[in-house]
């Protein structure tokens, strides 16, 4: 790996305050929540380390890595095909309008938190004119007797595993079992906003085509986990995907090359994908060591995934300059991306990954008083 580049993350007041935690991160020697981020040079030296590197890449996302990774995703998951797309946006509007074709019903059965409502700017009701209908609107995933309670038609329903927004959430196995029956019941299409599914296999306990074999469609990032540059990939029956081919296109999603994208991600399915259930195991015991931090509260306690919303008792800007203060002076980073959601109340995400296994209890405990101090101040 590289040097870090040659800039002091404390220099300069004109500085963007994100660049400088950016920078602040990197040059951090321990790392809590998140992982160190990478250069251009220290990305590319990567995937050209690979051996499919000597390979002509793929030409208008057909053949090269793109069709390795389609058909490896179809694997894993169970499904008869899988198809390549820049991004998840575009993967679940035209699994969504696919849903709405087949059934004949433009509704959609799914959370008022989920990331199709809440990041997605309603994709799905500007570009292909469908209805969402909530079956709850309470922070957690809603149950086959809400579903069946909406009283009205519906093509598709979708479920986010896990559901980001209310803190990482899954529902029990038996739960996702009967809540996916409940919605074929009522003559609709199943889709999994799995952008993040790789991580629920410990939760469950289940292989992921067991987990998918729930669903018509899922959805996977590429980015999330895997630790690609971008992309995403929609799979499902060959109908499913020959339609999603189509409308990648009419949505310009047919990019010249995606190699970068593709064998980044096959470079993750096998060196992170594998690590899942140690991050998983660990997130529990660094959730437990801050809940014993002074206000501290863990949601979900414990973790579902190897993320996890951590509060504490200060406005968002204080542990955010704490958190910096802490990388800069003791190159030790805590967590960033606080949110106030109280007064004096924040909200992080915390996320354990191959740095954060590096952490004992004591020293999550000590590092978050430290925070604390800081912030205090």
Do not use: C
Request: proline share 7%.
């Amino acid at each position: 790996m590289t040097d870090s580049p040659a800039v002091d993350p404390t220099a300069g007041p004109t500085l963007d305050p994100a660049v400088r935690r950016r920078l602040a991160l990197r040059n951090s020697r321990r790392i809590l929540s998140g992982e160190r981020p990478l250069t251009i040079r220290e990305r590319l030296t990567a995937l050209a380390e690979l051996d499919a590197a000597d390979e002509l890449p793929d030409f208008y996302a057909e053949g090269g890595a793109v069709a390795r990774l389609e058909e490896r995703v179809a694997a894993l998951l169970g499904k008869e095909d899988a198809v390549y797309v820049p991004s998840g946006t575009m993967a679940q509007q035209i699994a969504l309008r696919h849903g709405a074709e087949l059934t004949g019903h433009d509704a959609v059965a799914l959370h008022p938190m989920s990331h199709l409502e809440r990041w997605e700017r309603h994709a799905y009701s500007q570009l292909s004119g469908l209805r969402g209908l909530w079956p709850t609107d309470q922070p957690g995933h809603f149950t086959a007797t809400e579903l069946a309670d909406l009283g009205q038609p519906f093509g598709t329903m979708t479920i986010e595993l896990p559901l980001r927004d209310p803190g990482f959430l899954l529902p029990s196995w038996d739960e996702l079992v009967e809540l996916t029956a409940a919605a074929r019941a009522a003559g609709a299409r199943v889709h999994f906003d799995g952008a993040r599914l790789w991580d629920t296999t410990p939760h469950f306990g289940k292989p992921l085509d067991e987990i998918a074999a729930l669903a018509d469609s899922v959805y996977l990032s590429l980015y999330k986990t895997l630790g690609s540059s971008h992309g995403a990939v929609l799979a499902g029956d060959a109908k499913l995907t020959a339609y999603a081919r189509t409308w990648r296109h009419r949505h310009g999603g047919t990019l010249w090359q995606n190699w970068p994208a593709a064998l980044g991600a096959l470079a993750g399915l096998d060196q992170l994908l594998p690590r899942i259930p140690d991050y998983v195991t660990h997130a529990k015991l660094v959730a437990e060591a801050l809940s014993t931090l002074p206000g501290a509260r863990i949601n979900p306690d414990p973790p579902h995934t190897h993320e996890f919303q951590l509060y504490l008792p200060h406005p968002a800007e204080a542990l955010t300059a704490a958190n910096l203060e802490l990388a800069q002076t003791e190159h030790t980073w805590f967590a960033s991306g606080w949110t106030d959601v109280a007064p004096g109340l924040a909200m992080t995400e915390i996320s354990v990954r191959a740095s954060g296994l590096e952490w004992t209890a004591s020293d999550v405990a000590e590092a978050g008083r430290r925070v604390l101090g800081l912030a205090a101040q």
